[in-house]
């Protein structure tokens, strides 16, 4: 019987490549026949949706939509405040080397800035800084030899490596539909101005070989009362959900990744069983991903000889991707408004509109450094009587440090931000503190090179050597010796060196010490 390499097969879910553009959408936005004339702007405002990302030849598309809220005060007697939701499209291509379709590509969007230019009472220009990064998987097989067979007396040397064996993805696309009733202390709905939707609390945990995903859908909602001032009103919302996503393989000990994208919301006033409208039908659609991978303990074959033979290995490597570490931490912003910046003068606040935007992340020694800046807008009721309604712009910036030990700047750094909570205080007549929380989930991928033999070639050994070797040899060991490296220098095995020198522990040499090795073991 011929001599075979026994291999072990695994999968693995390697980055292949990614790519970060930055674009600007300007689109023309004309009020609605239904709406009155722009006055003034109060407020302007988006959401980013990503909803597909399409793998080609050497690229990825990804298409989607802004959806654009604007707040603004109407051209008429009223000086009633309006708003206007648009929807503006877009599809970009994003240059990823090695992409294949089919493969799996996912791409996140952050709205970085947007800003607006009042062309006249029923048209406005938008302009938005779109930032898209799409990230490329490639999902393969790989192959490491855990021993030889077919032949008699071969030795064999093993590493112990541990591997991350990737079991697979699940993407479920979650439809939650709930009606939310008004507090008894708030005035009946007469229209609804705006919402905002985010995903909270969220958390998941494995049992019986599924995964089970937890969070809670934020939803906060603007909107003027149907009572004789027409007073705006705000409130904010929470609904729970729990959704099973099943994964093959998974137990307590894989390694889950969770993540989420909002697809698409709706929230609408909606009548109560007296008529009334004192009722939000919310409806938000979002996707789940989930992705497992187990730890494998994997015995590799490293090296193996033969006495009677000559036995020739080829080798290489195989290139994984590891998490090298994983932080979670929080950005906590506490800071006083002066309101006498604002103007017209602060009279009464209705509610401070909170977003982040990153400016800079970088690497540096041993840490992950974020720079950004929060922008809030104050909505407040001004003590003038032509401008009632008005909108106060206020940035605070922040720098938050992320301690990794033993970064360095080969590694990819996958660094996630959330608005877990933002809320207000009136601390006096003219100030106000906001108070911000901003969740950072940073994950850092590095590349493992894990050496394997991938095949074998048999020959004769050379017996004139073996018969100019002296009957008895005293070798004195060398700094890198070990007991393996002499047994198969001299034909010999690792069992009968520690026979015939009386050694307890096989991995314990000192460099200058006498071993024994005898030709007639050969």
Known sequence: MSLELVKEAFKVNNLLGEDTIQTVIENDIIVPDTKPDIARVLLLDGDVFVTGCDAGTDRAVASGCIVCKILYVSDDEARSVKSIISNIPFSYTLDIPGVRGGMKCRTKGILEHMDYNLLNGRKINVKSILSLNCRAQDELEREYCSGVAGLEDVQV??????????????????????????????????????????????????????????????????????????????????????????????????????????????????????GELRSLRAEVNLNIYVEGTSRKEAEILADAYSPKLRISLERSTIELDEIFAENRSQITIRDLVDLNECSPEVSEIFNVLSKYNTADMRLEED????????????????????????????????????????????????????????????????????????????????????????????????????????????????????????????????????????????????????????????
């Not at 007469?190 to 969070?215: H, M, P, Q, Y």
């Not at 906060?220 to 093959?248: G, P």
Request: with cysteine.
């Open 157 to 274: 040397l093993t590493d112990n490596v541990v591997l991350n064996s990737y079991l697979g993805s699940n993407k479920v696309n979650y439809v939650i539909k709930e009606d939310l009733d008004l507090p008894s202390s708030k005035p009946t709905i007469g229209e609804v101005l705006s919402n905002d939707v985010k995903i909270t609390g969220k958390d998941f945990k494995i049992a019986d070989g599924r995964v089970i995903v937890k969070g809670d859908i934020a939803i906060s909602t603007l909107y003027v009362a149907d009572d004789e001032s027409r007073s705006m009103q705000y409130m904010e919302n929470e609904v729970a959900f729990t959704q099973f996503v099943d994964l093959d393989g998974v137990d307590d000990d894989t390694l889950v990744d969770v993540d989420y994208d909002l697809v698409d919301y709706k929230v609408d006033a909606a009548e109560d069983a007296d």
């Open 367 to 522: 840490k992950v450094v974020i720079e950004g800046s929060v922008q809030n807008n104050l909505l407040y009721l001004a003590n003038s009587e032509e401008q009632p309604i008005f909108c106060c712009k206020k940035d605070i910036p922040f720098k938050h440090e992320i301690e990794i030990k033993g970064i360095n700047r080969d590694m990819k750094p996958n660094v996630s931000l959330e608005m877990e909570h933002c809320n207000y205080s009136m601390v006096s007549s003219n100030q106000v503190e906001i108070r911000v929380a901003i969740g950072v989930n940073t994950k850092v991928e590095a590349k493992k090179k894990v050496p394997v033999i991938f095949k074998a070639n048999e020959g004769q050994i050379d017996e004139k050597k073996l018969q100019s070797m002296p009957s008895v040899i005293i070798y004195i060991t060398q700094p890198g010796d070990s007991l393996w490296k002499i047994a198969k220098r001299y034909g010999t095995t690792v069992d009968i060196l520690m026979k015939i020198n009386n050694f307890q522990d096989r991995d314990v040499l000192m460099v200058g010490q006498q071993i024994l090795v005898l030709k007639k073991a050969i």
